[in-house]
């Protein structure tokens, strides 16, 4: 069935570093992408989306790319720090309102 | 303003117990929905709501029921609890606009045993 997956469980980093996460999806009819956080014992918390018409989106340290003929998302932490040791989570919003979660990343930053 | 709350944070129950998982949001959100986690693993839709009176199944609906009477409200009802339905459950709220940017409340953590 369709689904949004990621390529890594676990990926570890220096502190200062940049962190790439990257998600494939297989539905092409969703309209946003979204990536979330979630730390230990927490709800998921919102980063960052992107519009399904766009290729590149910047926020605050971070920025998420779309490629839509390969079906691929990433997120890129710049920088990273202690604080961004989380699971990350790609998700992606369908025309029908559903809201569905790939499987996660767990970012992990070594000192 | 309280965001997403939901209780009970933990619960046990028995096989074929039932019980219904309270979440409530005070932002006006139109969007309401339910997940669960299980250990290691993405959140999986079981129920959403676009607006009091409108629920629609997820990806995991069996052996869940909801309902939205009002638009601050949103439980979960499990019918006849199993093993399998074990997990920490999420509720969500948000704005019917752009992607629909989810808050999540803190979870209930239910072990069927």
């Known amino acids: 069935g369709e689904s949004v997956g990621l390529h890594l469980p676990t990926l570890s980093v220096q502190e200062g570093d940049n962190s790439i996460i990257n998600c494939a999806y297989s539905?092409?009819?969703?309209?946003?992408f979204i990536w979330y956080k979630q730390e230990s014992g927490k709800g998921p918390q919102f980063i960052i989306d992107i519009r399904s018409n766009m290729d590149k989106r910047q926020g605050q340290r971070v920025t998420v790319l779309l490629n839509k003929t390969v079906k691929h998302l990433s997120l890129q932490i710049a920088a990273t720090q202690p604080g961004d040791s989380a699971v990350y989570f790609c998700a992606e919003n369908r025309l029908d309102d559903k809201i569905i979660f790939g499987k996660g990343t767990r970012l992990h930053i070594l000192p | 303003n309280a965001g997403v709350t939901q209780t009970p944070k933990f619960q046990v129950l028995k096989t074929g117990q039932s019980m219904t998982l309270q979440c409530a949001q005070d932002?006006?959100?139109?969007?309401m929905s339910w997940y669960r986690q299980d250990p290691g693993m993405g959140l999986r839709l079981i129920h959403y709501?676009?607006?009091?009176?409108?629920?629609d199944q997820g990806e995991v609906p069996n052996g869940y029921n909801v309902s939205r009477s009002t638009t601050e409200d949103f439980p979960l009802r499990l019918l006849s609890a199993a093993p399998s339905q074990t997990s920490v459950y999420f509720c969500?709220?948000?704005?019917?606009?752009?992607?629909?940017?989810?808050?999540f409340g803190p979870g209930t953590r239910l072990t069927v045993t």
């Open positions: 932002m006006n959100h139109e969007y």
């Open positions: 539905n092409s009819a969703s309209d946003y």
């Open positions: 969500a709220s948000s704005y019917r606009d752009g992607s629909y940017e989810q808050y």
């Open positions: 709501s676009v607006g009091a009176g409108i629920t």
